[in-house]
């Protein structure tokens, strides 16, 4: 099912992965066997069939799928693959991460398909398995889409920070058949920006799979607390300046952004408010201190 250039080049694309521009990354062309890349988009789910409600319940533009197994004789395929011995030393020999593991819940992970209007803030991803003791130590992407082009948006783009002012971007199309292989760690920043689809071509989506694995030890300087995925809010638009009249769309933007980091706040809000209940059940001077820090935050929060 892979194609076979991977495995003769893996050493060409370790040493390419190795350069931390802005992190380490490779990205791989004709990743599968052409009739099975094909295979995979034939049997690529309707949107209608996947998960396309956001964190706070509401229907969206982005429909994912993580048991991917049960979407037909490719993605079983593509199961029995990625989850082999062979597989794994491939992908660990590209990146030097040892004793990769395969992931057979995919959290997060499977089909990804993202209609028209659909963006993704720069993060960086959770980086504890939600179940088992793991390191999440890799992210591998493959595009399935035939044409797209740079201006219609929805284009990778990997971060070197994107809070500061310097942050510099590098873009990858979501082309058919290309695959991005990149380091999961505290820097390792990536996102897309709003799909903006021509009149003409609004059929289109962008569809990916997203593959993530894990080890159970990781290097002591990538080392960090337990956290969830870690998200900066898109900043206004350059066009926003003194002076400029604002039009419907630009409102609606203004909209969709705001109602974003709501949701943002919201979710830290749930996330104190149940840190500041199993506080409350346990005693000691040290923890009754913690306590109040959390609820001066929930307050912060919420004015």
Known sequence: ???????????????????????????????????????LLAQFPDFERGNARSENGTL?????????????GAYAALDDLIKSDAFLKTISRITGIPNLLYDPWYFGGGTHESRNGQDLDAHVDFNRHPIEPWHRRLNLIVYFNHEWELDWGGTLQLHSDPRSPDNRTIDVLPLFNRAVIFETTEWSWHGFPPIQLPADRTDLTRRSIALYFYSVERPADELAPTHSTIYVDRPLPERFRPGYTLSGDDV??????????DQHNQRLYRDITAL???????????????MQYARRLVRRLTR
């Open 276 to 290: 500041t209940e199993q506080i409350e059940t346990a005693n000691g001077p040290v923890l009754q201190n913690v």
């Open 60 to 72: 969206g533009n982005k429909s994912t799928i993580e048991k991917i197994r049960e979407l037909g």
């Open 252 to 261: 609606q933007e203004l909209r969709i952004l705001l109602a974003r980091r």
């Open 1 to 39: 099912m892979l194609d076979p250039t991977v495995v003769a080049r893996a050493d060409e694309y370790a040493a390419q992965f190795k350069q931390r521009d802005p992190f380490r990354h490779i990205v791989i062309e004709n990743f599968f066997a052409p009739e099975s890349a094909d295979s």
